[in-house]
């Protein structure tokens, strides 16, 4: 920390709640917050969080302006927080890779709605983090831009696709984090990097500004390191968009302010399906442990069963590879960034630049697309797929009809793992995502909490699953569980 803050008390790893107190009460500034995350992104670059810093100078200016508001008592609610994004959801005037070659110099002449809706309440954006290519991956070793280290631990992976969101948190580089998800990209690495992230409910967060992957499962989430702050951020940019039409109209409770941890008379479901498939001992034994706490603290534990669960990593990874190969057709060396020099004809344009500039996991995924929906297979693959998508569906349906309050269930079967441990084998890698795909599938939204450590001190997550728009419930239990470990 610079000689110049020995006055001011250090805001990295601080909820936003406390940085805010600070403010009113002129033990900071905006401006000595945005310079202590940059010396601090500064110290720590070996972790490769973000594949852009925002200038200095435009960033200074940003918060001297917050600052003044803050002086006169019309700043938003999001005053004082710093906020990386994942380098997929656009900024305007800044470069957005997507974590992909193809993407090099690709600037966004528009803000996404969730960039606008935060910038509205005073947020700072401090840049880009860190992803796997198109949002591929569990890991962040499928970024064209390197691997992002886990603070934690620098030989472990900080868990994907989101990992540098949930990396610039845990490391104390911004207060908050935008990441997104398609199966588990912001719950995975919120929980291998001990921070709390969000998947909403489809439809509870508009796309519109961010790169297309799975249409029908993507969806934005933030990742902080206290409920409350991802509570915050939830009720700033949820709500209808007219932009995108798979907004719902549900209204946006203000989850921070209804913040409760009283999980008295609650019914919550563990559901048996989720503590087998090579599960560690120490997850499980963590987990179930905040479960005897939750019952401890008058919940009504239930043991229940989401029969279809063992069908979820194959649907998901048919149905969103079918999506994926569409979605990314549009990256054809024509508009865009990358273009193979040398080309003859246009076909052969087409196929350099795309052979060039994508990755392997993204190449595997759009030939499995391909392969899924071309004439013979559609039946028997994409088809398929989708009816067992609607079984998997009606298994959280059914649960919650029965009078469910919500379900906990590990987020993932292990703590953060080695790097290049399952880079031989994708279907290894898929695995990390068995806990997490099926409440993409299904919709619901799902918080993951830090829970416990192992015994080499990594992060255990836990994550509370909620019938579709009731966040809310997400956040009482996540709240409550985070009181019980503190
Ligand atoms: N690991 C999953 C995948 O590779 C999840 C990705 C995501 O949620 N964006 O598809």
């Known amino acids: ?3 110049l803050y020995f006055h001011l008390e250090s805001i990295v790893n601080k909820p936003h709640f406390d940085l805010q107190k600070s403010l009113t009460e002129n033990k900071t500034s905006c401006s000595s917050i945005v310079e202590e995350y940059l010396s601090q992104i500064d110290s720590q670059s070996d972790l490769n969080a973000f594949i852009t810093v925002f200038p200095e ?5 940003h918060a001297r302006q917050i600052d003044e508001r803050l002086g006169n008592g019309n700043a938003g609610k999001l005053a004082g927080m710093v906020v990386g994004v994942k380098d997929a959801i656009v900024v305007q005037g800044q470069k ?3 974590g992909s070659k193809i993407l090099e110099n690709y600037v966004s002449p528009y803000n996404a709605t969730v960039i606008e809706r935060i910038l509205a309440e005073d947020a700072i954006i401090i840049g880009k983090t860190n992803m796997d290519e198109f949002a591929m991956g569990s890991s962040n070793e499928n970024s064209a ?3 992002v280290l886990n603070p934690l631990d620098k030989t472990r992976v900080p868990g994907g696709s989101s990992g540098g969101s949930a990396v610039a948190v845990a490391a104390g580089l911004c207060t908050t984090a935008l990441g997104s998800e398609t199966g588990g990209s912001v719950r995975l690495p919120a929980s ?5 992230g969000l998947k909403p409910t489809y439809g509870r967060v508009s796309r519109y500004g961010l ?3 799975a249409s029908s499962f993507d969806q934005i989430g933030p990742i902080g390191n206290c409920v409350s702050d991802v509570a915050l951020l939830t009720e700033v940019i949820a709500g209808l968009d007219p932009n995108d039409s798979t907004t719902s109209a549900e209204s946006v409770p203000l989850y921070s302010q209804t913040l409760d941890t009283n999980v008295k ?4 479901g563990v559901p048996k399906e989720y503590f087998t498939l090579g599960i560690q001992k120490e997850v499980e034994q963590s987990v179930q442990s905040t479960i005897e706490k939750l019952a401890n603290a008058g919940a009504l534990i239930e043991e229940i069963s989401l029969p279809h669960t063992e069908y979820g990593i194959a649907t998901y990874y048919i149905l969103v590879t079918a999506e994926a190969s569409s979605n990314l057709a549009r990256y054809d060396g024509v508009r865009f960034t990358h273009r193979s020099v040398g080309a003859k004809t246009v076909h052969e344009m087409f196929v350099k630049s795309r052979s060039e500039a994508f990755g392997e996991e993204v190449k595997r995924r759009i030939m499995l697309g391909t392969y899924v929906l071309s004439a013979g297979y559609y039946d028997a693959y994409y088809k398929k797929a989708q009816k067992v998508r609607t079984l998997i569906k009606k298994d959280f349906v059914d649960v919650f009809r029965r009078g469910l309050d919500c379900i906990v269930a590990p987020t993932s079967p292990t703590v953060a793992f080695n790097f290049g441990e399952r880079m031989q084998d994708p279907l290894a890698m ?4 068995i806990y997490t795909v099926n409440i993409n599938i299904a919709g619901n939204p799902a918080l993951s909490v830090p829970c416990g450590i192992n015994a080499d001190r990594m992060p255990i997550g836990i994550q509370v699953i909620a019938r579709d728009f009731d966040e809310s419930m997400c956040f009482r239990v996540g709240h409550a569980i985070e009181s019980m470990s503190e």
Do not use: E
């Open 1 to 3: 920390m610079g000689f």
């Open 57 to 61: 100078s435009d960033l200074r200016t």
């Open 96 to 98: 957005n890779t997507a």
């Open 145 to 147: 831009y390197g691997n």
């Open 192 to 196: 291998f990097c001990g921070v709390v």
């Open 211 to 213: 790169s297309a992957f």
């Open 265 to 268: 008379g609650l019914r919550i």
């Open 430 to 433: 898929y695995l990390s995502d």
